[in-house]
């Protein structure tokens, strides 16, 4: 029997969704795709450099083949992110960036009365979310961003907040110290926020952040702050879901002003992997309830298909989303097999020529011959 949640918010109690007077604005895939065609046209000259070095050096996977690593990948076609691959960090799949998303915004209700619109706010981390959404083959149809304005060392406490409570407070019970610690740090930015007059005020914020990863168990929650001078962050629920640092080490930070420093990022793309990201300690296991234990695999690579090989990529673990539990989850029933690799670019693997075929017209985008290296396993 699951625990009866708390119907008073607290800093170290489940809060729920409906509890928050946050509003949510929610842009569907058609609204995606729009703001996606406009992306493309406006050709940010520091996103559009970082895509063309992409193509250059295609990173260390077509240098030494790791098919378990993250690998992004351009070699044929026009710039659209059909003709960009991302490997999967849940199936090891090597999918185009075409995919869409729902994207669930939550802002005060002062920007409403403004008529102050979210699609900005999307545009804004566009290349961001196409990279994040890139990384998952199941769980990542819904994006959640939480928007903010709070300046930089705001940012930074909150950062810590976050980590802090979720550590002492997910799937287990808080200790003494622990409790008053969290109150502590959460009375001083409720005080801070307050004083700075920001919106919306922290409360809201600790609650609505806390509701999304307790109940919609995202592999990332953005946090965003609206003014220009201010850090935006990205919080990832479990080690596995940071971007490999080989890829994006010199990812563009995202600040539009050429004389800033390295060290300013309007979106704080984690661009070193896991030294630097924010990421959550929260509790896994059958005690804590809502993240359980799950491990990634490596599948076959066409799309519709749910077999898993024998030899699954020792990614780690990481979060059960809810796509994975309900419906689109892998289907751990199905035996497992051997598979086989593509004979040309060695960089994917199917359950049988068939799966190959049918997935070629997709995958012929980026196939391309690899130089001789020693293989395991049998190629197609």
Known sequence: MKKSRSRFYSPTQPPTLSMSELVCKTLDHDATDVLIDKWLEHRNDAYWDWFLRVRERRHSAFHSLQRGEQLLAWSKGDFVPENIFMRTVDTARLIPLDRTWTTHVYHHRSMQDRKLSMM???????????????????????????????????????????KFVCQHTFGQTVKPEAEREIHYRHAHLKHALEHQRRTPCFPQIDLIFRAIVYERRPPFVVLFSHQTTSYSQIFFTHPLFVPAADIFFDFPSGCPNPCCTEDCEMIRFPRHGLDGAAVLPLKRGRRAGCFRRVRAREMCNWIDCDVAFTESTPTGEGSESSSMSGKGSIDTTRPTVRGQVCSKCKLVKYCSAEHQRKDWEEHRRLCVKQPALAEKDDVL
């Open 120 to 162: 900005p706010v999307v545009f804004t981390m566009l290349p961001e979310l196409m990279l994040l959404r890139g990384m998952y083959d199941h769980g990542c149809d819904d994006i959640f961003i939480i928007v903010t304005d709070m300046k930089q060392a705001e940012m930074d406490a909150a950062t810590e907040y976050f």
